[in-house]
């Protein structure tokens, strides 16, 4: 095989206009191994000019390469005035006003700066962060400098080869519930549309000035909003130990840990610094195993009380603590940090209003909500539907997301959920308890929830719709013996039946309370399943009984991903 003509005029076309010499370099590199006979240049080729990066309501995210369907310099910069142009024509604005910031990852910087180039000479008021800073920062500065527009150049927690472009709407471009907030559509099919009418991207006019900086400013307002959540009155006696992954989080964490009393805080110095590469991690997300080995040895030699981690861009936060149960340390679900936040910002912060839920997450928040008194929510997922719940006062999703500050930062925000995490554990801690005797507290008032996920990986994403329509045709009539009572195709769902709108997956929920989700990621080529388990529990349970409960409930999960597996028509590992 070799390049076809049709391809090589497209290879043609994005040496001609491409703005970037390092990626025209690359890909002439890449033409000539492709058309001596490699395979796998011409394999890559072939997929970088198979279609246009797809922007959504996740904005950009790809691996860093030349060609239309990779994050560079052209895909960015059309992507600029594609976004300047939809805020001048489609919504209206004369002066726009557009915060753009960006993580410490390759080329983050040289993207952000290329945007502000473009956007201030499209007619957009453009305020540039000086340096790399978190995700939260930007989500928090669309809503304090009342911006029209946020743009983060981050790719979160993805490997280091990949960078992404992410956009929230403020100000005069969106409602009051919408400010600050990641977009949704129709915002993002406009966008797009705008994006897909920009010309060649050496075409594309750009401003040698007349953008603002922001400096220290912003990063100290952004300090004083989430530091004035913690109890200033509250106990501080707690050792934690920090760790960024390579990422930005390091200064910011450590700064608002101090400020409001938490002075033993050691950092895991390995991952401490921002690093693109990510050496001491396979994958630098804190929910992947081994990511925080060096965090849990640095726990065991301390003596810690608990350990935190934020994500690359910080806005995910991770905790781990010992379990009394297992006799050992280990991370918290997604969910019981989830549930043990919402009940603490409750109990102790006596938050009223919404607490907002992905459905994919543990239903146990619901239960807390009510026996609170307070209106629950579920909503699709990602914090873009989340932070839209109205008179949300808290919310998250399993994916260690977490919103704990919906007036200062309308997204998952993992550095004011890391002071939250530091203040329960002081607090349990001076109380005689743990983090874990929380839940298991809880668990004897509400039922122990107990959540898992089987994640299937596919080689080509047609695997992923034969599970589905499998699934669709002949689902299971029971869970774990226990009759399916609803059946629910989400993507038929109407406000009107499911009090959300339409959205690809099956919930599946048996007569015992066993609940299934399948849905397609939405960035990975995988099916993701999410199981929960729930099992009654005696007041007053005494620890070894609990311990037998929460023992039995992982031997159900285990037994329910078996099942789903043979539903699927998944292999097993």
Known sequence: ??????????????????????????????????????????????????????????????????????MNLAVVSRAARGLADH??????????????????????????????????????????????????????????????????VTASHNPPADNGYKVYLGGRAADADGRGVQIVPPSDAQIAARIAAVGPASGIPTAEAGWELLGEELREDYLAAICALPDPQGPRGVRIVHTAMHGVGTETALAALHRTGFEEVHPVAKQAD???????????????????????????????????????????????????????WRMLTGDELGVLLGDHMVRRHGRRGTLARSIVSSRWLGRIAEKSGLEPAATLTGFKWITRAPGIVFGYEEAIGYCVQPDVVRDKDGL?????????????????????????????????????????RVAELAERDVMMARLRAEPPAALLGSPVAANQDLAEGSVE??????????????????????????????????????????????????????HRADERLEALTAELREVLGAPTD
């Open 87 to 152: 805020l001048r024509e489609d919504v209206g604005l004369e002066d726009p006003l557009v915060v753009i910031g960006y993580d410490a990852r390759h080329r983050s910087a040289d993207f952000a700066r290329r945007s502000a180039e473009i956007m201030t000479a499209a007619g957009c008021r453009v305020h540039l962060l000086e340096r790399f800073g978190p995700t939260p920062l930007v989500a928090f500065a669309v809503r304090h400098l009342e911006a029209d527009a946020g743009i983060v």
């Open 1 to 70: 095989m070799s390049i076809d003509a049709a391809l090589r005029d497209r290879i043609d076309q994005w040496l001609e206009h491409d703005p970037d010499p390092t990626t025209r370099a690359a890909l002439e590199g890449l033409r000539e191994q492709a058309e001596a006979g490699d395979a796998a240049a011409l394999e890559e080729i072939t997929d970088a000019f198979a279609a246009d990066l797809e922007f959504g309501t996740a904005g950009l995210r790809g691996r860093m390469a030349p060609g239309p369907h990779r």
């Open 274 to 328: 921002p690093d693109p590469d990510f050496p001491t991690v396979a994958f630098p997300n804190p929910e992947e195993p081994g990511a925080i080995d060096l965090a849990l040895e640095l726990a065991r030699t301390v003596e810690a009380d608990v350990v935190i981690a934020n994500d690359p861009d910080a806005d995910r936060c991770a905790a781990a603590v010992l379990d009394a149960h297992r006799g050992d």
């Open 416 to 456: 004011s959920a890391a002071l939250m995490v530091a203040e329960m554990a002081a607090l349990a801690k001076a109380e005689g308890g743990t983090l874990i005797g929380r839940l298991d507290e809880l668990a004897q008032r509400d039922g122990l929830f107990s959540t898992a996920q089987l994640s299937l």
């Open 497 to 550: 039946t499911t009090g959300l709108p339409p959205t690809e997956g099956v919930l599946l929920l048996s007569e015992d309370g066993t609940r299934v989700v399948v849905r397609p990621s939405g960035t990975e080529p995988k099916l993701k399943c999410y199981l929960e388990v729930l099992s009654s529990v005696p007041a007053g349970a005494p620890v070894e009984e609990l311990t037998a409960i929460r």
